[in-house]
């Protein structure tokens, strides 16, 4: 058997999430399994290398699959862009090692958050970035985020998952990254992983203090809490993209 890692790029808007559902549901490995299937003549099962929710896109999703079939990778990824929408691509396949787990081999992932910061709205951007009118002081938002690095426990910043227990909510920030342009900010962050709507939450929060909602030195205080109701309110999903998963 060969296993087949794909790089994997959606606008998330008419889905609901990567994860397969049950019923009808629109979701990205629902349609991309749809198509392996049609390609190969088999059920084949796709691992990705976690669940986006409905509304989030990416950019560098990734994804694995195994098949005993020899057709070479750029034909895999020629057939599969063939019939699947135009709302996901698939940009590279490539053969891997037999142990590679696009879920459990994943050593770090990249979210960019984009936050269009003027008083008009988007006509062009407002799928992919959240319109946020209060004025931000971006300064104090990076001096904010140093809070967040390192191995924490982001208890105050996740969800509850209705699909899991989750019983470890430590997580390694390596870094948040946040930059200015003419109309607006774009915060990525890096981490070993992230616990249900963690991105969100804390982008909320950042928020909230950059907009002089919440007062320097709270997003701290939050992570001592261990508790989501002294966090701010959830960032919407359409702001929030996979940029990047390291092996």
């Given at each position: 058997m060969r296993n087949i890692k794909l790089t994997i790029e959606y606008d998330g808007t008419a889905f609901q999430g990567w994860q397969v559902q049950p019923g009808n549901r629109r979701t990205v490995q629902g349609v991309i399994e749809k198509a392996l299937h049609k390609i190969f003549k088999q059920k084949i099962r796709l691992i990705g290398s976690g669940r986006t929710d409905s509304g989030v896109h990416a950019r560098g999703q990734v994804a694995n699959f195994k098949i005993s079939s020899d057709m070479p990778c750029d034909e895999i990824v020629r057939a599969l862009n063939a019939n699947i929408p135009e709302d996901v691509a698939i940009l590279e396949a490539r053969e891997v090692a037999d142990d590679f787990h696009a879920q459990y081999s994943v050593k770090s992932k990249t979210y960019r958050y984009t936050i269009l910061n003027r008083p008009a709205r988007s006509a062009?951007?407002?799928?992919?970035?959240?319109?946020?009118?209060?004025?931000?002081?971006?300064s104090v938002m990076k001096e904010e985020a140093k809070a967040l690095i390192g191995k924490k426990d982001f208890k105050s910043f996740t969800a509850s998952d209705p699909s899991k227990k989750q019983d470890n909510t430590t997580r390694t920030v390596k870094s948040i990254v946040i930059k200015k342009s003419k109309d607006g900010v774009t915060v990525d962050i890096t981490a070993d992983g992230f616990l249900y709507k963690m991105v969100r939450n804390i982008i909320g929060t950042l928020l909230a203090v950059g907009s002089g909602q919440l007062l320097?030195?709270?997003?701290?205080?939050?992570?001592?809490?261990?508790d989501r109701s002294f966090a701010h309110d959830t960032a919407k999903a359409h702001g929030l993209c996979l940029m990047k998963v390291e092996y």
């Open positions: 062009l951007d407002r799928y992919t970035s959240l319109h946020y009118f209060h004025k931000l002081n971006v320097k030195g709270s997003v701290k205080l939050i992570l001592k809490k261990k």
